[in-house]
């Protein structure tokens, strides 16, 4: 995964609350075992709409998304975030986001960039008189701008979040540095806690 | 604020809290699934990595399973490739993988319990997010990523901002006709979809405590429709003899041992939350989702709402939406409503205990003409309990189709779908457009009402059948 700092380019306003997984990438797509190749899944059923609004011209090549409150509510699908990677999104700007697609998010480095709901509504505003304006997210300074409009906002995300976005950094690794306090935990575990009776990997 | 049920179970699984990160938390097991785990195998092997802990990691198939025909090969390609992965990946790292035909398989949230596997005290993850029914046994349980899968693979541990605590505390008794799926629809309705978010439920009060575990189980699945990290509640008798001599629980001494610890997992009298919410249980009915969130509810005494009676614009809107897609009319008597397909099944409704409730319902009776019902048993093993019980014959003699156990119908991967423009009664989880199918339209309800409306072919409760 590599970092990222800024991100500037065109957005995509869907003004939605409540925008759930299973519309951001229908079940049938969780089939595939790779993370991409998702794109043409993204929001399936909804772009079967001429008039949704990722089927407007400017929409290929956006790549901040700007949505609704409770963005990314219902199933676990990591394949939601993939899918909004693989259109092309880098960032999505919403005034609240479900807490599994909020983590999937920073995992894959996608930034979930939670602005005010006033703020939210003046990105809806600028980007309603002018869908072309370019936006900004600058992951460092947590901000989200439309410097057409003189618009600059603020947004929530969390140091540990924006540091592992900055650097991209690998997670399992950041982890592993605590190898020994693990290793430590597990002497301590109650000894009735359920396992499964030992298996031999098979030979690699 | 510490005392609380939910600080109880975080607390013993703290393995460290770095200065300036979430602090990590260890994972006593971990459920895998075939649909939200090649990736994360793939992310091990790129890597080079082993399961650190392949003995705290039970794998098994249930979201793209056919319910049907499983004496031949499945016929969708990418489901068999799905599948065929897992059994490598399992193989690879030497994990156990209830499969397909095996009678241990089911789907996840069905066998971890049923196993004595999920046990109070524990943390129980999986990549998907109706994990949270595992805190039914007072377990701290919830869905993950599949990049968190191949962390928990990798580490046995998770990094972990502590959520907030909230309260549902339902005094009183639920009325007859009340099951726990109806209770569950009422809290999520209070909640709405995202009122939850940031928090771990602990369920209190007297109507909690008089839920059967597979009650519970319903309860607690659903967190994750109001939003919530999770649910759990205190584990008590109940929860013990319903674990007692599973083929996971401890056992002599042990047992001993683990009751002891177990009942100190409860929340303190003098504990606060960080939101606390009421609910009256005599004031609940059997509840009907008349809109594409679970929050959309409404008893089955009332009418299709209109939108101009919500607060708020955006409500009104998110309202006209799900009308024009469920194709409701406001002011319709949800009594009136036709459905063409009924679902009984899934993580929240497919124990035994729910199809037995819908076998009392259907006793004697006939599916309407016109309406394909199906059951789908959340496990092998419930599907056998119920046909030694004779449920297969009584539901095959009333015309309901009997398939074998999977995610099925709740979420269409597996072709058991519905037709565009078809109307269900779904014991599942989630009505969100196009979740039983692309264009179906999906009415949450408790086994006795969709046991119920599929012989009356229109909502109906049990007594109100001739």
Known sequence: MTGVQRIAGRAVALQRDDVDTDQIIPAAWLKRVERTGFAPGLFGAWRDDPAFVLNRPGATGAKILVAGNNFGCGSSREHAVWALQDFGFAAVVSPGFADIFRGNAVSSGLVPAQAGAAAVARLFAALAADEEAEVVVDVAARTVAIPSAGIEEPFALPDFARWRLLEGLDDVALTLRHADAITAFEAGRPSWLPAQAPAQPAPR | ?466
């Open chain 2, 1 to 466: 604020m510490s005392g609380r049920l939910f600080d109880k179970v975080w607390d013993r699984h703290l393995v460290v809290s770095p200065e300036g990160e979430p602090p990590l938390l260890y994972i006593d097991l971990h459920l895998v699934h075939e649909v939200t785990s090649p990736q994360a195998f793939e992310g091990l092997e790129l890597a080079g990595r082993p399961v650190r802990r392949p003995e705290l990691t039970l794998a098994t198939m249930d979201h793209d399973v056919p319910t049907a025909g499983l004496d031949k090969p499945i016929a969708d390609p990418l489901a068999a490739a799905q599948i065929s992965r897992l059994r490598a990946n399992c193989a690879a790292h030497g994990i156990t993988l209830h499969a397909l035909g095996s009678i241990d398989q089911g789907i996840v949230h069905v066998i971890g319990p049923q196993l004595g596997l999920t046990q109070p005290g524990m943390t129980v993850v999986c990549g998907d997010s109706h994990t949270s029914t595992h805190g039914a046994f007072g377990a701290l349980a919830f869905g993950i990523g599949t990049t968190e899968v191949e962390h928990v693979l990798a580490t046995q541990t998770l990094r972990q901002v502590k959520p907030a605590a909230m309260s549902v505390t339902v005094e009183g008794q639920l009325g007859e006709e009340v099951s726990a799926k109806d209770l569950v629809l009422g809290i999520v309705r209070a909640l709405g979809p995202g009122g939850g978010v940031g928090s771990v439920i602990e369920y209190r009060g007297e109507a909690i405590r008089a839920l059967s575990m597979a009650g519970r189980m319903t309860v607690c699945n659903m967190s994750i429709e109001g939003g919530a990290r999770a649910g759990m509640i205190a584990p008590d008798d109940t929860t013990f003899t319903y674990l007692e001599g599973r083929r996971h629980s401890p056992r002599g001494k042990d047992w001993e041992a683990a009751l002891d610890d177990w009942r100190s997992l409860v929340t303190d009298e003098s504990a606060e939350f960080d939101h606390d919410i009421r609910i009256d249980a005599a004031s609940l009915r059997p509840a009907v989702t008349w809109g594409t969130t679970p929050a959309q509810s409404v008893t089955i005494d009332d009418k299709v709402p209109d939108p101009s009676s919500f607060a708020s614009p955006a409500q009104q809107q998110a309202a006209q939406r799900a009308l024009t897609y469920m194709g409701l009319e406001p002011g319709t008597a949800i009594r009136d409503i036709p459905v063409d397909v009924v679902f009984i099944g899934s993580c929240t409704n497919g124990r035994l205990r729910d199809l037995q409730v819908a076998a009392d319902v259907i006793r004697g009776r006939r599916v309407h003409p016109g309406v394909r019902a199906l059951v789908v048993p959340g496990s092998a093993r419930v599907k056998a309990e119920a046909e030694a019980e004779g449920l297969d014959k009584l539901f095959t003699d009333a015309g309901f189709e009997w398939r074998s156990a999977g995610c099925s119908m709740c979420l269409g991967m597996n072709g058991d779908i519905l037709a565009p423009g078809q109307r269900s009664a779904s014991t599942s989880n989630r009505n969100f457009e196009g979740r039983q199918g692309p264009g179906g339209r999906t009415h949450l309800v408790s086994p006795a009402v969709a046991a119920a409306t599929a012989v009356a072919g229109r909502f109906t409760l049990p007594g109100d059948l001739s």
